[in-house]
């Protein structure tokens, strides 16, 4: 049987470098690459950063996110932001960043990582349009990715709601390519999408914290096949971290006659996997039942088990010595499976899952975009 494909990243929010506030972002990145180092290691493919790196554009602010970034073990990916472009350029990004951290395409792990600017078409500020060579290789990355049966992750600065234009028509691409996940920054807070289609997710910025008492941290997202998982962790929680992979949490399902997601009554497989070292059991527990062991599934921190259940919704735990995730799994018949209408507003925030505090989401859209102050 050929194993699920899975890709596991780290999200580091917009970083908002800067010496105006005494290079603050700077003693957030070190001490979550520590911890990357200490507790992730492996277990993860690669590092995002997800564009407004630095906040002025500046040469010295560049090299201050170069020189904290040298101790990371793991691989490190790169987008440009709005603040990239206040210069009306990407030169120091492009001088400060090498190219291998910035590409435009990668496959990894059986997916096919899709890296967008939205930038540097626009007038700047939060003016996001892609340029005609950006729009075109989206395309053609996305054909890639269904004539070589992989799984597409997009990844970009704003959803595609803030694009300046053809928003809809992008988010509509996306839909159909079947994209799995799409990682944005901008917002400045925790929150995550279900247009019906996709699922898009946007992590609390490093710097200019307004929300969690501007406590910073950092999202782990993974892609068990075209299953989403996505969990925040801030930065000095205990350890170990243990995310829920498969079958997807009820907020996250956009395939509802997709077996992965939408499990059928009678056996089912549980898989989780853990970051960082364990020194307890692994354990499942379905329904405030009583918990049972799980089994380590090979490397990369993975453990699954198997459960009989009905159909219905069913209250999936999983804890790990201080640490649990929890979904809510939902389970149907082939009869049960419902037709799904047109989207309506692809790719916009009027379709943001609301509040989810076990996966750190406070709901509140508490940003410069939207709730926030105009920093």
């Not at 105006?20 to 990357?36: F, H, K, M, T, Y």
């Not at 096919?112 to 007038?123: E, K, P």
């Not at 049966?149 to 694009?163: E, I, N, S």
């Amino acid at each position: 049987m050929t194993p699920t494909p899975m890709l596991s990243w780290v999200h580091i929010g917009d970083l908002h470098m800067d010496e105006a506030n005494g290079w603050e972002s700077r003693d957030r990145l070190a001490a979550i690459v520590a911890e990357i180092n200490d507790h992730v290691g492996d277990a993860a493919q690669f590092v995002y950063l997800p564009g407004d790196n630095a906040n002025h554009a500046t040469e010295e602010q560049y090299r201050v996110i170069i020189d904290t970034l040298a101790p990371l073990a793991l691989p490190y990916r790169v987008i440009p932001g709005d603040h990239d472009y206040e210069r009306g350029d990407l030169a120091h990004y492009d001088a400060a960043f090498p190219p291998e951290n910035r590409p435009e395409a990668e496959v990894i792990a059986g997916h096919r990582c899709i890296f967008l600017d939205i930038v540097s078409a626009g007038a700047g500020g939060p003016d996001f349009r892609l340029t005609r060579h950006h729009r075109n290789r989206l395309l053609a990355e996305l054909a890639r990715a269904e004539a070589e049966g992989q799984v597409p992750v997009v990844f970009m600065h704003a959803y595609p709601g803030d694009l300046a234009a053809d928003g809809e028509d992008i988010a509509r691409i996306l839909a159909d390519a079947r994209v799995a996940f799409v990682d944005t920054g901008h917002t400045h807070y925790n929150e995550l999408l279900n247009d019906g289609r996709v699922i898009y997710g946007a992590t609390r910025s490093t710097g200019e914290i307004e929300e969690g008492d501007g406590r910073p941290g950092y999202s782990i997202v993974t892609l068990h096949g075209r299953v989403p998982s996505w969990r925040f962790r801030e930065t000095g929680s205990p350890w170990p971290f243990v995310q829920i992979v498969a079958p997807a949490d009820l907020r996250l399902v956009t395939r509802p006659a997709d077996a992965t997601q939408v499990p059928r009554p009678g056996k089912v497989e549980i898989v989780a996997k853990v970051f960082g070292t364990a020194t307890g059991p692994v354990m499942l527990s379905v329904d405030s039942g009583a918990p049972v062991p799980m089994m380590a599934a090979g490397d990369g921190g993975l453990w699954s088990a198997m459960v009989d259940v009905a159909a219905g919704a069913h209250r999936v735990s999983v804890t790990v010595d201080d640490d649990r995730d929890t979904i809510t799994m939902l389970v149907r018949g082939e009869g049960g499976i419902p037709r799904r209408g047109v989207p309506i507003a692809p790719g916009h925030d009027i379709h943001h899952i609301g509040a989810w505090p076990e996966r750190g989401i406070a709901g509140t859209q508490l940003g410069p975009n939207k709730n926030g102050r105009h920093w």
